[in-house]
């Protein structure tokens, strides 16, 4: 592989991962305002119903989803192809735990379409501490992103 589409590939899974943080904090608007339109009366429901949040919600999440899975493996590919190994830590155990939450979460869809209140709780649980951890990760990955712009080849 071309030295330079090695080092350029190194930014892909930042780039991909600050997109996927603010996609995950629009699901998460359009899942607050699912709750709102689910446990509101009767004559606001129908105004709030318009907005369709609930199916939005679910595409978002998918794609949340999505992103994060191919972004997860992406990133320790890259890794892998630039060093010859990966660099067991905590951004690379967090990132492996994030993702495992975020199936999990998705995992209940069919659960909180039947109406399962536990699993819905668990459900928002879970994804708040995704994007709790994401946020963490943000921090950690802009050191290693630092830390190869230092090192690039001159």
Do not use: C
């Amino acid at each position: 592989m071309p030295e330079s589409l090695a080092f350029n590939l190194n930014f892909l899974h930042p780039l991909a991962m600050w997109a996927l943080l603010a996609l995950s904090g629009y699901a998460m608007v359009l899942g607050i305002k699912a709750k709102k339109t689910r446990t509101a009366d009767a004559e606001t429901r129908k105004t709030l119903i318009k907005g369709q949040f609930a199916k939005r919600h679910y595409l978002y999440g998918s794609a949340v989803l999505a992103v994060m899975v191919l972004g997860t493996f992406g990133g320790m590919a890259v890794t892998y192809l630039n060093n010859g190994k990966l660099f067991v830590g905590p951004h690379l155990l967090v990132g492996i735990g994030m993702t495992t939450m975020l199936v999990l979460a998705a995992a209940l869809s069919p659960l909180m379409q039947q109406g399962n209140l536990i699993a819905r709780k668990v459900h928002v649980g879970l994804n708040m501490g995704v994007v709790t951890l994401f946020l963490w990760q943000a921090v950690t990955g802009m050191q290693i992103v630092n830390k190869i712009w230092e090192n690039r080849p001159a």
